[in-house]
């Protein structure tokens, strides 16, 4: 029962990357799903989650350039990251949590995930300027 994280590393400011996560060992159907980092000296941030309705949150540093997606039938999430800015290097994380049977909202696992939260590895992600 494991996520497994891809698609980081070094890119331009101002260019693109696309992160992937894929869990095995159990579905993401009824979860809530989402993508972390934390730069060096930092907090871990929640960047972006989504619900399993498909309900979005960006945090606002990322509002635009940004996008979030799931595919339920392979149990796959993904981060499409465009317009890189050096303040974007981080190591990133996939997340999920649940299962959750009731609607809730993505933000909830971004602001604050809870014990019960299942982690991928991280990938290195780095911008140059």
């Known amino acids: 029962v494991q996520l497994q994280a891809s698609g980081g590393g070094l890119v331009q400011a101002g260019g693109s990357l696309k992160l992937s996560c894929a869990a095995s060992?159990?579905?993401?159907?009824?979860?809530?799903v989402g993508w972390f980092r934390q730069a060096p000296g930092k907090e871990r941030e929640g960047v972006a989650c989504?619900?399993?309705?498909?309900?979005?949150y960006y945090v606002d540093s990322v509002k635009g350039r940004f996008t979030i997606s799931r595919d339920n039938a392979k149990s796959t999430m993904s981060l499409q990251m465009n317009s890189l800015e050096p303040e974007d290097t981080a190591v990133y994380f996939c997340?999920?949590?649940?299962?959750?049977?009731?609607?809730?909202?993505?933000?909830?696992?971004?602001?604050?995930?809870?014990?019960?939260?299942?982690w991928g590895q991280g990938t290195q992600v780095t911008v140059s300027s």
């Open positions: 060992g159990f579905t993401l159907d009824y979860y809530t």
């Open positions: 989504i619900s399993r309705r498909g309900w979005t």
């Open positions: 997340a999920a949590e649940g299962p959750i049977l009731k609607l809730v909202r993505p933000e909830g696992l971004c602001l604050g995930p809870g014990k019960e939260a299942r």
